[in-house]
């Protein structure tokens, strides 16, 4: 089965969740990053980005018997890279807040938890990569110092799709000695 780039987004947006409600962070919204809408960020925000989706070795395929009926699979592994990343206004005042590096810094710590990890594999996907933290400085429209942080994420998924080979009604298996 091909897992569509909608679904995958989908479920990247349920690991999210997961994540930030292991460590009872809420009221952040979750957003696709590129998007065709206009991104204002009121509230806190996890954004997701997709990097690209190579595929990695060979593609596979085979011919099998299934129920009676002679079918043709196609077989490849893909790599798909995100990038997570979050904005949330700093308030220095507040310590017990979760910033934007606290939030992402506890999605790390998930995805590579046990828990994280079986809820990825729950999915259909294997962890791959989880990158370290990088949070860059930006200037907001209020002239104050920002962070931007963000870490690149890899889930490898083994796509597949069959159909059956046209011209068989009926497969019947004989083994002929030598």
Same mark, same amino acid.
Do not use: C
């Given at each position: 089965?091909?897992?569509?780039?909608?679904?995958?987004?989908a479920d990247l947006r349920k690991l999210i969740t997961l994540g930030l409600a292991k460590f =009872? !962070? /809420?009221?952040?919204?979750?957003?696709?990053?590129q998007q065709p809408v206009h991104i204002t960020t009121l509230q806190p925000t996890v %954004?997701?980005?997709?990097?690209?989706? +190579?595929?990695?070795?060979?593609? *596979? &395929?085979?011919? /099998?018997?299934v129920d009676?009926?002679?079918?043709?699979?196609?077989?490849f592994i893909q790599e798909i890279r995100f990038q997570i990343s979050a904005l949330k206004k700093r308030i220095p005042a507040v310590v017990d807040d979760f910033t934007s590096s606290d939030a992402l810094n506890?999605?790390? &710590?998930?995805?590579?938890?046990? @828990? =994280?990890l079986s809820a990825i594999r729950a999915l259909g996907y294997n962890t791959y990569r989880v990158g370290r933290l990088e $949070? +860059?400085?930006? !200037? @907001?429209? &209020? @002239?104050? *110092?920002?962070?931007? +942080? *963000? %870490? $690149? %994420?890899?889930?490898?998924?083994?796509?597949?799709?069959?159909? /059956?080979?046209?011209?068989?009604?009926?497969?019947?298996p004989k083994i002929t000695g030598v």
């Open positions: 089965m091909i897992k569509t780039e909608n679904q995958i987004w =009872g !962070i /809420e009221g952040w919204q979750i957003r696709q990053l %954004f997701m980005a997709k990097l690209n989706a +190579p595929r990695i070795g060979w593609q *596979y &395929s085979k011919n /099998e018997v009676g009926r002679l079918m043709h699979t196609e077989k506890a999605l790390i &710590s998930w995805f590579m938890s046990r @828990d =994280g $949070e +860059p400085f930006f !200037i @907001d429209d &209020s @002239d104050t *110092y920002e962070r931007n +942080p *963000y %870490f $690149e %994420f890899s889930l490898i998924v083994n796509q597949s799709y069959s159909e /059956e080979i046209p011209g068989t009604n009926q497969l019947i």
